[in-house]
């Protein structure tokens, strides 16, 4: 029995709807997007005119009150508050601009190291490009976590930390992409040209070069918020990432499980901020690779 | 092939040098060690003779290869928090547990992951596949730290079927297993599916159709055998992550290991264990890493050549 006849006869357990709708989803990007930016962009911006309650103060008096559709909650406090009586709906929000900082930076600072190292290695050549692309593999392969947990142990949690915990982690990815890539494109003959009309090193990397790999950054800086979010979240989570004052998800996670018996909505809200949040920026950085550089399918 | 190895084990060697001088060097910004070991009321003197004592006052690369010595013979000082433990014999007393929690998690992960792959390739493009890639997809955007607490709500509190934390019988195994192995479920899943893809496709399965052999055996026999080697060589990246991995999981389920350890001696700046379970962690990341890479190429010869 041939295992795929040509009339795709389904089984049993194919429901034809779902295969549709996934395919939908995958296809038109629209509704990830729409959570995305619902969930993520415009409550981090607008914090403070969005949130309906202060996320740092808190009223003792509304301590612990469920979400509201349960008994003893109420439509002021939509999604409850927590053990200091802070609304849960706003700190989520705030945490959204906490998430989506932090995020951006090291991202943002990975990727202009990543790509300078990367357009240096790839066009240089030589003994700089073995040195850096050693680097780069040293780099891919500390263990993410442990080196957060030791930073954090020497220094303290704070932003910075973080952020360079990040940083280190993250250059590496840039570098090799933009490495590769340089490496196919200095060959081509515009860049001969623009050596013999007496154009710098600099300004062949950055003017003609760069311009070149800005889509594969694009499609990989996306492809990464996700992780990062992920990543950020689960070290503040142990209390190697941000501070604990600070409105961050992982932080509220964390402090809701040991109310896991009292009050579930103190850890769930914010598991579920990041779960659609990480999960809606994977679906659009898949969405934004096939269309805008369909060769780092293996990224 | 001997040049391969020797530059990977060459760069191995490299990976937990610098891991070394990171934490060495964090030990050395976090502040003096004499300000912890000495009263507040010490006079200039004990200072210096302690620091004589400890080797402090030697110059710092001096200092960063006694450091490395000790390591190397398991010597990390002792632990501040628990008095009169070494930092070396506390990962030692926590390691078992640890153990028997990631091997419960890759267990569990394979019992779910390979009958999934399979039958995602078997029946590529139908709602089992689909199902496949969601659940592959849930696995890169779940939290781990969320996903134990969500399963700790469930089944610990609302159901109670599940004790919510500690270490004991089976029954405190279940739930941390799942939270670490279900990462690796979405890898190993990807994993199996095309390698099955590619298996399905080859003569000796067509041969074995037309000998009349049944469907059923044809999978779960002839294709899985062969499909079966390319997850096998990443057995190690999935170890060393579920090593790993077990921080956050022994964090939200209490779980007495190694990785709990550590986040407890984070928390009360406890130096010396943070680094000798880094340090050990560490080596045996990279070590992984470095086997999975020695297997692949002596499997693959395509990546020898390069």
């Known amino acids: ?299 | 092939m001997q040049r391969f190895m020797a530059v990977r084990v060459l760069q191995s060697l490299m990976a937990i040098l610098v891991m070394s001088m990171i934490v060495f060097g964090l030990a050395r910004i976090s502040g003096n060690p004499l300000d912890v070991m000495l009263p507040i009321e010490a006079l200039p003197e004990d200072y210096e003779r302690l620091e004589k004592h400890w080797g402090l006052d030697k110059p710092l690369h001096e200092q960063y290869f006694i450091f490395v010595k000790k390591a190397l013979q398991g010597d990390f000082g002792q632990s501040l928090k628990y008095q009169g433990k070494s930092a070396m014999g506390l990962v030692a007393e926590r390691l078992p547990a640890t153990l028997e929690l990631a091997g419960f998690a890759l267990l569990i992960s394979a019992i779910l992951a390979l009958p999934i792959g399979v039958l995602a390739a078997v029946a590529k493009g139908s709602s089992m596949d689909t199902a496949a890639k969601i659940i592959a997809l849930l696995g890169q955007s779940l939290p781990a730290f969320w996903l134990g607490i969500v399963l700790m709500w469930i089944f610990a509190v609302l159901l109670d079927w599940l004790p919510s934390s500690g270490r004991g019988g089976l029954q405190h195994l279940i739930l941390p297993a799942i939270t670490l192995g279900w990462f690796q479920v979405a890898a190993i899943m990807r994993l199996v599916r095309s390698s099955m893809l590619e298996v399905l496709d080859s003569e000796f399965v067509k041969l074995a159709r037309v000998k009349g052999i049944p469907e059923w055996k044809v999978v779960w026999k002839h294709c899985l055998r062969n499909a079966g080697i390319a997850p096998l060589t990443f057995f190690a990246i999935i170890a060393g992550s579920l090593l790993t991995g077990s921080v956050v999981t022994e964090t939200v389920f209490t779980w007495p290991g190694v990785g709990l350890l550590v986040v407890d001696a984070v928390r009360s700046r406890d130096f010396q264990v943070v680094q000798a379970v880094v340090i050990m962690f560490a080596g045996i990341f990279i070590l992984c890493n470095l086997l999975v890479d020695i297997l692949y190429a002596y499997l693959d010869p395509r990546i020898r050549v390069q």
Do not use: C
Request: net charge positive.
């Open chain 1, 1 to 299: 029995m041939p295992l795929q006849s040509s009339t795709r006869t389904l089984p049993w357990y194919a429901v034809p709807w779902i295969v549709d709708g996934w395919q939908k989803v995958k296809r038109y990007p629209l509704i990830p997007l729409a959570i995305l930016l619902f969930m993520l962009v415009i409550p981090a911006i607008f914090a403070p005119l969005v949130a309906p309650h202060d996320a740092f103060q808190g009223s003792l008096s509304h301590r612990l009150m469920p979400p509201f559709w349960q008994e003893g909650g109420s439509t002021e406090h939509i999604l409850g508050t927590d053990k200091l009586g802070r609304d849960m709906l706003s700190r989520i929000i705030y945490g959204a601009r906490v998430s989506l900082t932090v995020s951006l930076i090291a991202i943002f600072v990975g990727g202009i190291i990543g790509t300078a190292l990367g357009l240096i290695s790839g066009y240089f050549g030589g003994w700089t490009d073995a040195v850096i692309m050693r680097l780069v593999d040293i780099s891919l392969s500390l263990p993410t976590i442990l080196l957060a947990l030791v930073l954090v142990a020497a220094v303290g949690p704070s932003f910075g930390t973080v952020i360079t915990v990040l940083i280190v982690l993250l250059w590496a990815r840039y570098a090799r992409l933009v490495r590769g890539e340089t490496l196919a494109i200095k060959e081509l003959d515009f860049i001969a040209r623009a050596r013999v009309a007496g154009a710098s090193h600099t300004r062949i990397m950055g003017k003609y070069i760069f311009p070149n790999v800005v889509n594969s950054l694009i499609v990989l800086a996306t492809l990464q918020v996700g992780y990062v979010i992920l990543l950020e979240s689960a070290l503040s989570f142990l209390g190697a990432g941000l501070p604990r004052a600070e409105p961050a998800w992982g932080v509220m996670v964390s402090d809701g499980r040991e109310l896991i018996v009292t009050a579930w909505w103190v850890s769930m809200f914010p598991g579920l901020a990041i779960m659609l949040t990480v999960l809606s920026l994977n679906l659009m950085g898949d969405w934004l690779r096939d269309h805008l550089d369909p060769k780092l399918r293996n990224l």
